[in-house]
């Protein structure tokens, strides 16, 4: 079976729906960096920080419960690489690491940071 992931991003970074930016796309379809050797990989959503100062959580608990009612599971969560460049270059206001420890207690799932180093 695939492992199901969601993915964070940073509003102020990319488009709407990441098109300006088709890395994460790429790096799952081509199985490289955060998911290299993780096999079949499918993302099961995206979704946003929720501008600054990134209240992520009520985003993916309410993604959670949309897929909860289509029976669809997550194994993983990451937050993007734009999140990971703007916490390292924009001072990015998010507590990355209260949110991550909520997000794995609330949904028990692990989180990562870093979708591709491209
Ligand atoms: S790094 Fe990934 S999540 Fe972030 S803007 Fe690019 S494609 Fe979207
Ligand atoms: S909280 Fe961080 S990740 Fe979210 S929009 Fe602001 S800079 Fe980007």
Redesign the pocket.
Known sequence: MATRIG????ER???AS?V????????VNENTFAFEDQGDVRVVF?CGCGDCPGLVIPRVDLQMTVLDSLNVGVDLL????????ATKLMNCPMNVEGVTTVLEEKFGVPVHMG??DY
Request: aromatic share 14%; with cysteine.
């Open positions: 993915i964070i991003y940073c970074i990319q488009d990441c300006g930016c088709a890395k994460c796309y790429k790096s995206k990451y937050f993007g690489t734009c999140v990971q460049k979708t591709h």
